[in-house]
């Protein structure tokens, strides 16, 4: 990316849609640019270099794993999101993974973006804004294995997913599918086999259709359930 093209995807951000030109050029001199492609894993949160990322292309998830080595899928990010060493995940481990077949991302390593928001004051508000957010989805995703079934928690997924990856076509809505059934098991902390279940349930109810191997189609989003 050329240090012009970088400079309008940093100003067009909702996070720096404030900064006027210089501090957004100052952004772009402590700010790299990487590409990765589906599978590739591109930030541990025991990196001994901390870096906060914004996903510019392309899809990402976010995955902690328990002390017995079980993966469990906590956020599903896309364009415009920001993930990294935000101080939102304590002390456990933490790795994001590219699901599309490739990303583009804005990355700035923690100590030249913490000396970023000591001189800007309302970049520094929105940047806790976007922090605590985070921590508000986590608690709700939280309440949510508690609270809530199987059954309710896959629903939900879809509904999630229509909403961050679907396109509107007429009345039903139209999604590039980048999780398999094992994907959506650890993000629902369920088992395969009940999403599994579950989904082909959906499928023969025709609340979800399945075209091929990723196009998946919503005919009525509110009649999901």
Known sequence: MTQDNKYWYLRNHKLFDQLN????????????????????????????????????????KICREDESGKEMITEMLTEGDIFGHLNTSGNRYEYAKVLSDQVKLCFFEVPNFMNVLQSNPTLSIKFADVVNEKLISFQQKYEDLVFKDVDTRVLDFFKRYAKHHGKINGNSIEMEMLLTHQDIADYTASSRQSVTTIINRLVEKGKIVYEGRKKVIIPDLKALS
């Open 21 to 60: 030109s210089k501090e957004v050029e100052a952004l772009c001199i402590v700010s790299n640019m990487k590409n990765a492609e589906k599978n590739d894993v591109i930030y541990f949160s025991e990196s001994e270099v901390k870096k906060i990322f914004i996903l510019k292309v392309g899809t990402v």
